[in-house]
T-cell receptor, first 116, second 111 residues
Framework: NAGVTQTPKFRVLKTGQSMTLLCAQD?????MYWYRQDPGMGLRLIHY???????AKGEVPDGYNVSRLKKQNFLLGLESAAPSQTSVYFCASSHAPLSGAADTQYFGPGTRLTVL | LAKTTQPISMDSYEGQEVNITCSHNNIATNDYITWYQQFPSQGPRFIIQGYKTKVTNEVASLFIPADRKSSTLSLPRVSLSDTAVYYCLVGRNTGGFKTIFGAGTRLFVKA
């Protein structure tokens, strides 16, 4: 049981290049999330998904796209990378909670992305 | 979503009990309070969650007063390995939980 894994761990891009970050979970979780964390700051939600085939915008969605074609995978795409997207990206997943409750999120190890 | 306010940083010594308070004046009736811990270069890790009164697990206790406008995370007898950032979150799932992490509280445990 690997939990939440992220690929790649590190990446350096040039401005304008594109890339896809892969998140995979083996806990059969319904919900998946993508966050970014800038130095000295908390995490900000980019996009999330409440089930296979569904996605929704979070707090900072501009410049990113996501897809959830399979329940266990959540992809984050950068179509045209910008230096402002230099950050650490975390993926998380959780079970859909009982009605009215809050979920418990399990996080991956993160991907460090630098855009030059 | 309710906004949360936490101290930016706290210092403690090994063996002491640490209490980190989070203010959430605009908490809604159905909101839960969740705390996460984050070590450098790692993703956050769930610590504890509660709705009211007191919740205790093997790691920490969470105290929530009757008005629920604040909550206190209590770490008993901290060690150097408890040095981390602690985040307080307030919210609930209504078809998708738009999690908001604030800047958190940086706890430094000294020998």
């Amino acid at each position: 049981n690997a939990g939440v894994t992220q690929t790649p761990k590190f990446r350096v891009l040039k401005t304008g290049q594109s890339m896809t970050l892969l998140c995979a979970q083996d806990m059969n979780h319904e919900y998946m999330y993508w966050y970014r964390q800038d130095p000295g700051m908390g995490l900000r939600l980019i996009h999330y998904s409440v089930g296979e085939g569904t996605t929704a915008k979070g707090e900072v969605p501009d410049g990113y796209n996501v897809s959830r074609l399979k329940k266990q995978n959540f992809l984050l795409g950068l179509e045209s990378a910008a230096p402002s997207q230099t950050s650490v990206y975390f993926c998380a997943s959780s079970h859909a909670p009982l009605s009215g409750a809050a979920d418990t999120q399990y996080f991956g190890p993160g991907t460090r992305l630098t855009v030059l | 979503l309710a906004k949360t306010t936490q101290p930016i940083s706290m210092d403690s010594y090994e063996g002491q009990e640490v209490n980190i308070t989070c203010s959430h004046n605009n908490i809604a009736t159905n909101d839960y309070i969740t705390w996460y811990q984050q070590f450098p270069s790692q993703g956050p890790r769930f610590i504890i969650q509660g709705y009211k009164t007191k919740v205790t697990n093997e790691v920490a206790s969470l105290f929530i007063p009757a008005d629920r406008k604040s909550s206190t995370l209590s770490l008993p007898r901290v060690s150097l390995s408890d040095t981390a950032v602690y985040y307080c979150l307030v919210g609930r799932n209504t078809g998708g939980f738009k999690t908001i992490f604030g800047a958190g509280t940086r706890l430094f445990v000294k020998a």
